[in-house]
């Protein structure tokens, strides 16, 4: 018996993004990564944005401002779980200067406007905008 269908997708992903770290050494999937069919590169991104929300609430208690609801907002067995398979699971900066270096290995040149250059499923101008420095300091 089902109790709990979120839970159950929770599983569901939660497995995928260790098969998928099993295989990558990370868990700074793109978009568009899969793992056995499973999208585990949206599973990831909707997981980022409840570990926002619910760093945005925690931030909010405490400034003792009102918080409307928790919904939708990541628990920490939740975040804990992410974290024991990759402790840099929810930094972006991380993930944008990852496929910023893979899109440099490839020898594709650095894009300077925004929709130049798409990588992986997401923008690689958008993603230099972030971590060029970074990426120019480590490949010099």
């Not at 939660?14 to 978009?31: D, I, M, Q, T, Y």
């Not at 930094?91 to 496929?99: D, G, I, K, T």
């Not at 893979?102 to 798409?118: F, K, N, Q, S, Y």
């Amino acid at each position: 018996m089902v109790w709990s269908h979120f839970d159950v997708a929770w599983e569901e992903g939660l497995a995928a993004a260790r098969g998928w770290a099993e295989v990558n050494g990370h868990l700074l999937a793109p978009l568009d990564a899969a793992h056995q069919g499973y999208r585990v590169g949206i599973w990831l991104k909707n997981a980022r944005a409840a570990a926002r929300k619910a760093q945005e609430i925690e931030q909010r208690r405490a400034e003792s401002l009102p918080v409307k609801s928790s919904a939708g907002a990541m628990s920490d067995e939740r975040r804990e779980q992410l974290e024991d398979i990759d402790a840099s699971w929810r930094v972006e900066w991380q993930r944008a200067f990852h496929l910023v270096l893979l899109h440099l290995e490839a020898g594709r040149p650095l894009p300077t406007e925004p929709g130049d250059v798409v990588h992986q499923g997401d923008c690689a101008a958008d993603l230099a905008r972030c971590s060029a420095g970074w990426a120019v300091r480590l490949i010099s």
